[in-house]
C-alpha cells in the first residue's frame, strides 16, 4: 500500500504515529455524481490520547468513524494503526455505535459475551464469563447482567455498547455520538463515567461529537470536523484542564470557556464559510447511514 | 417481575391474551375495567357464536336434501358424541379380540399345535383418522421445514442464489396440491420400494404432497428474514471479525427467528389444508379419506358426519395456529431495542 505525499511534502520523523489518517477522501454515489464527504483528511493520534472530534451533523462524521474502523474503504489515502495499513475492521479498534447495536435477543452478559468470546479465545470460559462480568461491572450494570436491551433504557443500553467497546481491549477505542440519542441528564452521568473510565484504563479514545461542551469535558485535544461537502479536519484544539474534570467547577473555570468559545467560533466560521457551497450543491448531505425509523417491516405474507 | 407480571406475559406468550384481564381481575386491579374488558375479549365472541348457531338451526331446517333435512347444530354435536362413542367402542372391541387371541393362543401351545399372531382387522375410527391427518401433517411439515429453511437462508444471503431460485419459487409456489398428487404418488410408488416398508406409501405420498406446497412461505419469510438483518449488527460481526459461518449462525438466524417462524406458523396452516384435499383425492387415510366415504356412504348421518369432520378440520387448524403464535412469540424480540 502507498502513502501518498504530505500536502508539505516534509518527511516525517520515523517513529510511526499510534494512529494516522493520511488524505483520506471518501466518495458516495455513482462515479459521475457521487458526492465527496470526504476530502484530505490527516490526523494523527497519540497513545493513550482522548481525542474529541466534533462537528455538525450532516458533516460527514459517522463516515469518519466507518473509515477509522476500516468497515468503509477510503477512496483515496490511508490510515494506518502503529505504522500497519487498515484494510479492514478489527477487534484492535472498538466501536462503539451511534445506535448502540446490541444484539435484542441476546442478555446484557451475552451481548458481551459475544464479543470477548470471539476475541479471546484461548481463555477458558471461566475466564471469559469473568472478564466480560468486569466490564459489565465497570459500567455499573452488574444488576443488569441477564436483561435483554429491550428491558433497559438509552442510558444502559448505550453502557452496554461501552462495556463491549472496552472488553475486547482494543488499541483505539472509536465512540459515534455514543451520547447523541440521551437525554440531557443521562448524557451528563454518562460523560462523567467515560471519563472515570478513560482515567483508569488510559483506553486511547476517539470520541465523535456535536457538543462541544462534551469535547471540551472529556477531551484532551479537539479536532473540529470542517462542514462538508468536501469536510476535512481542522486545527488541533488542546484542552488544557486538570483531571478528573469537574463539570460544575469547569463551568467558572475561564480555560473551559476560552476553549469551548474559540472552538465554537471556527466551526461557526467554517460553517458560514461553506453555506454558498451547500446552497449551490442544491440539496442536503446524507450522513452516512440515515437512523431507520421505519416501523419493523411486517413479515412477507405469500 | 411481580408475580402478577410474570403470569400476565405468560398469558401474553402462550397467545392466551384473553386471561389478562381475568389475572387484573383476581389481583383487584381496576375492577369495573376488567370486567368491561373481559366482557369485549370473551362476552361478545360467544354472544357471536350463538348468533352463528341460531341462524344455523334456523336455516338448517328449512332446507330439505336428498338425503334428509339439513342437520341443525343439535344434530352435529350428537352426531359428534356417536363418533367417538364409536371409536371406543371398537376399541373395547379391538381389546377383546386380542384377549380372545391370548386364550387362544395358550390353549393352541397346550395342544400343541402351530400359532400364528393376527391383528385386528377393524376399520380406522374417526379419531384415528384424526389421528392419521396430524401425524401426516407434522410429517410433511418437517419435510417442508428441513427443504425451506436453508434454501431460505441461502436465498437471504446471498442476491445470486436467490436470483437462482426466483424463476422456480414464482412457478411452483402457485401450484395446487391436486396437480402435484398424481405425480407424487406416481414418484413414490417407483422410488419407494423398500421390502417391509415403515410407512405406507400413502403416508409418504400425503406427507410429500403437503411439503411441496407448504414449503413456499417458510422458504420467502427465512429469505425475507435473513436479507433484512440490520446492518449495525453485521458491522458488529464485522468489528469482531466472526467468520462468515459464526456470522450466520450467531447473528443473522437469530435475528431471523421471527420472520422464519411466521414463515413456518403460515406453511403449517397451508398444510393443514392442503393435506385433507390430498387425502380426499388419493383415498390416504385421514380425514380427507373420511369426509370422501361419508360423502359416497350417502346415508341420513351423512351430512352431520361431515360437518363433524368439517368443525374438527377447523379446530384442529385453528389449535395448530395458536401452538405457532406462541412458538412464534417465544422466539421474537423487541426489534425496535436494538
Same mark, same amino acid.
Given at each position: 500500500?502507498?502513502?501518498?505525499?504530505?500536502?508539505? /511534502?516534509?518527511?516525517?520523523?520515523?517513529?510511526?504515529?499510534?494512529?494516522?489518517?493520511?488524505?483520506?477522501?471518501?466518495?458516495?454515489? $455513482?462515479?459521475?455524481?457521487? =458526492? *465527496?464527504?470526504?476530502?484530505?483528511?490527516?490526523?494523527?493520534?497519540?497513545?493513550?490520547?482522548?481525542?474529541?472530534?466534533? @462537528?455538525?451533523?450532516?458533516?460527514?462524521?459517522?463516515?469518519?468513524?466507518?473509515?477509522?474502523?476500516?468497515?468503509?474503504?477510503?477512496?483515496?489515502?490511508?490510515?494506518?494503526?502503529?505504522?500497519?495499513?487498515?484494510?479492514?475492521? @478489527?477487534?484492535?479498534?472498538?466501536?462503539?455505535?451511534?445506535?448502540?447495536?446490541?444484539? $435484542?435477543?441476546?442478555?446484557?452478559?451475552?451481548?458481551?459475551?459475544?464479543?470477548?468470546?470471539?476475541?479471546?479465545?484461548?481463555?477458558?470460559? !471461566?475466564?471469559?464469563?469473568?472478564?466480560?462480568?468486569?466490564?459489565?461491572?465497570?459500567?455499573?450494570?452488574?444488576?443488569?447482567?441477564?436483561?435483554?436491551?429491550?428491558?433497559?433504557?438509552?442510558?444502559?443500553?448505550?453502557?452496554?455498547?461501552?462495556?463491549?467497546?472496552?472488553?475486547?481491549?482494543?488499541?483505539?477505542?472509536?465512540?459515534?455520538? &455514543?451520547? @447523541?440519542?440521551?437525554?440531557?441528564?443521562?448524557?451528563?452521568?454518562?460523560?462523567?463515567?467515560?471519563?472515570?473510565?478513560?482515567?483508569?484504563?488510559?483506553? =486511547? #479514545?476517539?470520541?465523535?461529537?456535536?457538543?462541544?461542551?462534551?469535547?471540551?469535558?472529556?477531551?484532551?485535544?479537539?479536532?473540529?470536523?470542517?462542514?462538508?461537502?468536501?469536510?476535512?479536519?481542522?486545527?488541533?484544539?488542546?484542552?488544557?484542564?486538570?483531571?478528573?474534570?469537574?463539570?460544575?467547577?469547569?463551568?467558572?473555570?475561564?480555560?473551559?470557556?476560552?476553549?469551548?468559545?474559540?472552538?465554537?467560533?471556527?466551526?461557526?466560521?467554517?460553517?458560514?464559510?461553506?453555506?454558498?457551497?451547500?446552497?449551490?450543491?442544491?440539496?442536503?448531505?446524507?450522513?452516512?447511514?440515515?437512523?431507520?425509523?421505519?416501523? $419493523?417491516?411486517?413479515?412477507?405474507?405469500? | 417481575?411481580?408475580?402478577?407480571?410474570?403470569?400476565?406475559?405468560?398469558?401474553?406468550?402462550?397467545?392466551?391474551?384473553?386471561?389478562?384481564?381475568?389475572?387484573?381481575?383476581?389481583?383487584?386491579? *381496576?375492577?369495573?375495567?376488567?370486567?368491561?374488558?373481559?366482557?369485549?375479549?370473551? /362476552?361478545?365472541?360467544?354472544?357471536?357464536? /350463538?348468533?352463528?348457531?341460531?341462524?344455523?338451526?334456523?336455516?338448517?331446517?328449512?332446507?330439505?336434501?336428498?338425503?334428509?333435512?339439513?342437520?341443525?347444530?343439535?344434530? #352435529?354435536?350428537?352426531?359428534?358424541?356417536?363418533?367417538?362413542?364409536?371409536?371406543?367402542?371398537?376399541?373395547?372391541?379391538?381389546?377383546?379380540?386380542? *384377549?380372545?387371541?391370548?386364550?387362544?393362543?395358550?390353549?393352541?401351545?397346550?395342544?400343541?399345535?402351530?400359532?400364528?399372531?393376527?391383528?385386528?382387522?377393524?376399520?380406522?375410527?374417526?379419531?384415528?383418522? #384424526?389421528?392419521?391427518?396430524?401425524? =401426516?401433517?407434522?410429517? /410433511?411439515?418437517?419435510?417442508?421445514? !428441513?427443504?425451506?429453511?436453508?434454501?431460505?437462508?441461502?436465498?437471504?444471503?446471498? $442476491?445470486?442464489?436467490?436470483?437462482?431460485?426466483?424463476?422456480?419459487?414464482?412457478?411452483?409456489?402457485?401450484?395446487?396440491?391436486?396437480?402435484?398428487?398424481?405425480?407424487?404418488?406416481?414418484?413414490?410408488?417407483?422410488?419407494?420400494?423398500?421390502?417391509?416398508?415403515?410407512?405406507?406409501?400413502?403416508?409418504?405420498?400425503?406427507?410429500? =404432497?403437503?411439503?411441496?406446497?407448504?414449503?413456499?412461505?417458510?422458504?420467502?419469510?427465512?429469505?425475507?428474514?435473513?436479507?433484512?438483518?440490520?446492518?449495525?449488527?453485521?458491522?458488529?460481526?464485522?468489528?469482531?471479525?466472526?467468520?462468515?459461518?459464526?456470522?450466520?449462525?450467531?447473528?443473522?438466524?437469530?435475528?431471523?427467528?421471527?420472520?422464519?417462524?411466521?414463515?413456518?406458523?403460515?406453511?403449517?396452516?397451508?398444510?393443514?389444508?392442503?393435506?385433507?384435499?390430498?387425502?380426499?383425492?388419493?383415498?390416504? &387415510?385421514?380425514?380427507?379419506?373420511?369426509?370422501?366415504?361419508?360423502?359416497?356412504?350417502?346415508?341420513?348421518?351423512?351430512?352431520?358426519?361431515?360437518?363433524?369432520?368439517?368443525?374438527?378440520?377447523?379446530?384442529?387448524?385453528?389449535?395448530?395456529?395458536?401452538?405457532?403464535?406462541?412458538?412464534?412469540?417465544?422466539?421474537?424480540?423487541?426489534?425496535?431495542?436494538?
Amino acid at each position: 500500500m502507498s502513502v501518498l505525499p504530505e500536502l508539505g /511534502g516534509s518527511p516525517r520523523p520515523t517513529p510511526p504515529a499510534f494512529f494516522e489518517m493520511n488524505g483520506v477522501g471518501k466518495s458516495f454515489g $455513482p462515479t459521475e455524481s457521487a =458526492t *465527496e464527504v470526504l476530502r484530505g483528511v490527516n490526523l494523527e493520534i497519540r497513545e493513550g490520547e482522548f481525542v474529541a472530534i466534533v @462537528g455538525f451533523s450532516g458533516s460527514g462524521k459517522s463516515t469518519l468513524v466507518a473509515l477509522m474502523a476500516g468497515l468503509l474503504d477510503p477512496d483515496q489515502g490511508s490510515l494506518r494503526i502503529l505504522g500497519e495499513p487498515v484494510t479492514g475492521p @478489527g477487534p484492535d479498534r472498538g466501536v462503539v455505535f451511534q445506535n448502540y447495536s446490541l444484539l $435484542p435477543w441476546l442478555t446484557v452478559r451475552e451481548n458481551v459475551l459475544l464479543a470477548v468470546d470471539q476475541v479471546f479465545p484461548k481463555k477458558s470460559a !471461566v475466564e471469559r464469563a469473568d472478564h466480560a462480568e468486569h466490564y459489565i461491572e465497570m459500567v455499573n450494570l452488574t444488576a443488569a447482567l441477564e436483561k435483554r436491551p429491550d428491558e433497559l433504557s438509552g442510558g444502559m443500553r448505550q453502557r452496554v455498547a461501552v462495556a463491549r467497546g472496552l472488553a475486547i481491549e482494543p488499541r483505539i477505542l472509536l465512540m459515534d455520538e &455514543p451520547l @447523541g440519542a440521551l437525554d440531557a441528564l443521562t448524557r451528563g452521568t454518562l460523560q462523567v463515567e467515560i471519563e472515570r473510565i478513560w482515567a483508569r484504563d488510559k483506553k =486511547t #479514545v476517539v470520541l465523535v461529537t456535536n457538543s462541544v461542551d462534551e469535547a471540551v469535558l472529556l477531551a484532551d485535544r479537539i479536532v473540529p470536523l470542517k462542514p462538508g461537502p468536501r469536510a476535512s479536519l481542522g486545527p488541533s484544539f488542546p484542552v488544557d484542564l486538570p483531571r478528573p474534570r469537574d463539570r460544575k467547577a469547569l463551568n467558572g473555570s475561564v480555560t473551559f470557556q476560552r476553549t469551548r468559545n474559540e472552538v465554537t467560533q471556527y466551526l461557526i466560521e467554517m460553517q458560514s464559510r461553506s453555506t454558498p457551497a451547500m446552497s449551490a450543491l442544491g440539496r442536503s448531505l446524507p450522513d452516512l447511514e440515515p437512523a431507520d425509523l421505519r416501523p $419493523p417491516r411486517a413479515s412477507f405474507r405469500s | 417481575m411481580s408475580r402478577k407480571a410474570r403470569v400476565i406475559h405468560g398469558c401474553e406468550v402462550a397467545g392466551l391474551d384473553v386471561f389478562v384481564p381475568v389475572v387484573r381481575l383476581l389481583s383487584g386491579e *381496576e375492577p369495573s375495567r376488567q370486567i368491561a374488558e373481559f366482557g369485549r375479549s370473551v /362476552g361478545i365472541p360467544l354472544l357471536a357464536l /350463538g348468533v352463528f348457531l341460531l341462524v344455523w338451526a334456523g336455516v338448517a331446517s328449512q332446507i330439505e336434501t336428498s338425503i334428509g333435512r339439513v342437520p341443525g347444530p343439535a344434530a #352435529v354435536w350428537e352426531q359428534g358424541k356417536a363418533l367417538v362413542g364409536d371409536h371406543y367402542a371398537e376399541r373395547t372391541k379391538e381389546a377383546q379380540f386380542y *384377549e380372545r387371541m391370548e386364550g387362544l393362543k395358550e390353549k393352541y401351545a397346550e395342544e400343541g399345535r402351530p400359532w400364528k399372531d393376527r391383528r385386528y382387522s377393524g376399520k380406522p375410527t374417526f379419531l384415528d383418522q #384424526v389421528g392419521t391427518s396430524l401425524a =401426516t401433517v407434522f410429517a /410433511g411439515f418437517v419435510i417442508a421445514s !428441513v427443504v425451506a429453511v436453508p434454501i431460505g437462508i441461502l436465498c437471504g444471503l446471498s $442476491p445470486t442464489f436467490y436470483a437462482a431460485m426466483n424463476p422456480l419459487i414464482q412457478i411452483f409456489k402457485p401450484v395446487s396440491p391436486l396437480a402435484w398428487l398424481p405425480i407424487v404418488m406416481i414418484m413414490v410408488s417407483a422410488l419407494y420400494t423398500a421390502e417391509n416398508p415403515f410407512f405406507e406409501k400413502s403416508f409418504i405420498s400425503s406427507a410429500v =404432497t403437503v411439503a411441496l406446497c407448504s414449503l413456499w412461505p417458510t422458504l420467502i419469510n427465512t429469505a425475507v428474514g435473513v436479507a433484512s438483518v440490520e446492518k449495525d449488527h453485521l458491522n458488529v460481526a464485522r468489528v469482531l471479525q466472526l467468520s462468515r459461518f459464526s456470522t450466520v449462525r450467531k447473528i443473522v438466524i437469530p435475528s431471523a427467528l421471527p420472520f422464519i417462524f411466521t414463515g413456518l406458523r403460515l406453511s403449517l396452516g397451508v398444510g393443514w389444508m392442503v393435506l385433507i384435499a390430498a387425502e380426499m383425492l388419493a383415498q390416504n &387415510p385421514g380425514l380427507g379419506k373420511f369426509v370422501w366415504d361419508m360423502f359416497q356412504n350417502g346415508s341420513s348421518q351423512t351430512l352431520a358426519q361431515i360437518m363433524v369432520a368439517v368443525f374438527t378440520i377447523g379446530i384442529i387448524g385453528s389449535l395448530l395456529d395458536r401452538m405457532m403464535i406462541t412458538l412464534q412469540n417465544a422466539v421474537s424480540y423487541d426489534v425496535r431495542s436494538s
